[in-house]
């Protein structure tokens, strides 16, 4: 097997590269890391600590950042008065529920794509992604008034609905590229043992485990992030963390910390999530690109 | 236990046909290898025989059964394949467990013979491992092991030892026969490898391009080709062919070749009578049925060496023949170099002579 490794050959331009990239990385992390650092930090301050700030050009002014009395009531505030725990719920339920069922049945319908030829089969492969080429506003108002016709706006059911309408052609198109790896032989092996067609696909559905993982981190991420829809077909009672964060900025009174809590909540399940499943979410991913 | 018939079966992948018209009988208890080139039709065959490829026209029967419309799960046979297809993420244990389990049956009596099976093959200090930390050898026995223990009524093997090394694949055509010996079960075994077909097969089909060529035991294919493609696919090193003209003087039938003048035995002479007239015809003679010297003897074909191949107890040399070159089987005692003058004599009572035009055998 190659070296993965990169040769490198000394040079002044290298060196000169190579303190260029350590500087934009640098740069790039304080942009990225600095917005979720305030935001973690003031959910724990009260409002006039939150907006203390050194004066410009004032560098050693940098400890007011952290000179404050930290304070749960944010969060108190958020569970007691804000009904979050309610939206918190909305949320785990709407993105893990679609979800699911986009990875079923879109495992399924993957399978099927991968394994049988019929006629019309690229037609109906391309139809199904050609679903998710629209952007979500354009369908956004026939699928109101359908969903409306249908008593689904407002109700959980709905926005899972909703999300997996946008998920689940999405979950077709990457699975079926995790089960074209699969060699056929293993099932065949399967329905030699015994197994008939849908016991064959459940033989080899732990090879495509780490796919189906990573797409099932995928899918929840679409829907937990998602505002579009759960303001519109999830408004009033299916509303979802993002829709209720928003909510906290009201004409006369934008209450900062309570946003800054809010957002702390929506952001760290996502994050121990994607901490969690790293390493599956890589392999998972690229497990598709790459034939034997 | 069961007996195959493949009757009037058809292959089509669209408009390639794959297996043409194929008939074949598989007695209970047989050993049968389907023999032939790759490309042959040989694998689409074991493959409509499992049930993972639709029988284009034709029938199979398992005994008195009419298999075409069953699933293989349904038709109790048990297959090796020639990449092990292994499931991957289960121990050898576990993948030759499978069947087992998924008949339902109780665990005591899976153990049993779960590890009656890693016994006869010896792979029972392998039981935990995964697929991925086998060697090939030990894979291929994990996949031998997983159709024995469903006890089968019939087995299919597909290639399974061309991936081996040489000195296990020698060792491993002995174990196979053993084993069927053993179990006694009908076993279809599909090879490219003359060496494996000739050494274990009680008959062998000989395949070539979809069309069965030749249906009998190792000896019957080895001593009587059919045909011009037999004879040189089977017996390594391959059968030396030589265009001739068949001649009658005297009543005596001559084969004329530029370099010699060979006379047919009495035998040959009267199979070869009304069948073919004067004319164009390949002789067709194995290399050890060809003997070499380097004096000139009374009616030898005067060729000249190219090289001498040793090869430890035997010596192969290549020769031509006026334009022809071909391959001679003698002892290592024999020596020559490179463009001496050397003499062949052929063993008249073992050539073959094929017709010119179609490559039919006359014997």
């Known amino acids: 097997m190659a070296s993965s490794d990169v040769v490198q050959y000394r040079s002044p331009a290298r060196r000169v590269l190579e303190v260029l990239t350590v500087l934009f990385l640098a740069v790039y992390l304080i942009w990225t890391m600095l ?24 560098w050693s002014g940098i400890g007011v950042f952290f000179d404050f009395n930290p304070t749960f009531q944010h969060y108190i505030d958020l569970f007691d008065d804000n009904n979050f725990s309610t939206y918190l719920m909305n949320s785990i339920i709407a993105s893990l529920g679609s979800a699911l069922i986009s990875v079923v049945f879109g495992s399924m319908a993957a399978y099927s794509l991968s394994r049988i030829e019929f006629r019309g089969k690229k037609d109906l492969f391309f139809w199904i992604i050609s679903t998710r080429m629209a952007p979500v506003v354009a369908v956004m108002v026939p699928l109101y008034a359908i969903f409306r016709g249908a008593g689904l706006v407002g109700t959980l059911p709905g926005l899972i609905l909703a999300y997996t309408t946008f998920n689940l052609p999405f979950a077709i198109w990457i699975l079926k590229g995790f089960f074209d790896n699969v060699p056929y032989a293993i099932e065949e092996a399967a329905m030699c043992d015994g197994c008939n067609r849908f016991q064959a696909f459940q033989s080899i559905l732990p090879l495509v485990a780490p796919g189906i993982g990573a797409f099932l981190v995928l899918c929840v991420l679409f829907a937990w992030n998602d505002f579009l829809f759960a303001s519109i077909i999830g408004s009033g009672g299916a509303k979802t963390l993002p829709v209720a964060t928003k909510e906290l900025v009201q004409p006369q009174n934008i209450q900062w910390g309570k946003i800054m809590a809010a957002g702390v909540v929506t952001t760290l399940p996502m994050m121990f999530l994607g901490l969690l499943i790293r390493r599956y979410l890589v392999t998972g991913l690229t497990m598709g690109a790459v034939r034997e | 236990m069961a007996s195959v018939s493949i009757k009037n079966v058809w292959k089509l992948y669209g408009k390639t046909e794959a297996v043409r018209d194929l008939n074949l009988e598989c007695r209970d208890g047989e050993f049968l290898c389907v023999l032939g080139p790759s490309g042959c039709g ?15 026209a034709g029938d199979i029967h398992f005994g008195d059964v009419r298999v075409n419309d069953l699933p293989p799960k349904d038709r109790d046979i048990a297959m090796v394949f020639e990449n092990y297809a292994l499931y991957p993420h289960k121990s050898v244990y576990d993948n030759i467990a499978n069947s087992l389990r998924l008949r339902g049956m109780d665990k005591a009596a899976i153990d049993q013979k779960v590890k009656k099976a890693a016994g006869m093959l010896e792979i029972e200090a392998l039981m935990d491992r995964r697929p991925g930390e086998l060697s090939g050898g030990q894979k291929q026995r994990t996949a031998i092991g997983r159709a024995i223990v469903r006890e089968p009524a019939l087995f299919l093997f597909d290639e399974p030892i061309a991936h081996l090394d040489a000195k296990l694949r020698a060792h491993m055509r002995g174990e196979l026969k053993l084993m069927q010996r053993e179990l006694g079960t009908t076993m279809i075994y599909v090879t490219h490898d003359q060496l494996e077909a000739l050494s274990m097969a009680d008959r062998i089909a000989v395949m070539h391009e979809g069309v069965l060529q030749q249906f009998g035991t190792p000896d019957e294919i080895y001593r009587h080709p059919v045909n011009e493609w037999v004879g040189g696919f089977i017996g390594e090193p391959p059968m030396n062919f030589l265009d001739c003209e068949l001649a009658e003087e005297n009543g005596r039938m001559l084969l004329r070749h530029p370099n010699f003048t060979g006379e047919l035995t009495t035998g040959q002479a009267a199979l070869i009578k009304d069948k073919a007239q004067n004319g164009a015809v390949r002789l067709g003679v194995r290399p050890d049925e060809i003997s070499i010297k380097a004096a000139s003897v009374d009616g030898a074909a005067k060729g000249r060496v190219l090289v001498t191949e040793p090869l430890g107890g035997d010596m192969l040399v290549d020769v031509t023949l006026g334009d022809t070159k071909i391959l001679v089987k003698t002892k290592p005692d024999y020596k020559a170099d490179m463009g001496d003058d050397c003499y062949l004599t052929f063993d008249t009572e073992r050539w073959h002579v094929f017709a010119g035009d179609t490559g039919l055998a006359y014997f």
């Open chain 1, 35 to 58: 917005p979720i650092f305030v935001m973690f930090v003031s959910s724990f301050k009260d409002l006039l600590e939150a907006f203390k700030l050194p004066r410009v050009g004032d």
């Open chain 2, 42 to 56: 040989k694998s689409s065959t074991l493959r409509m025989l499992a049930g993972l490829e639709h029988i284009s």
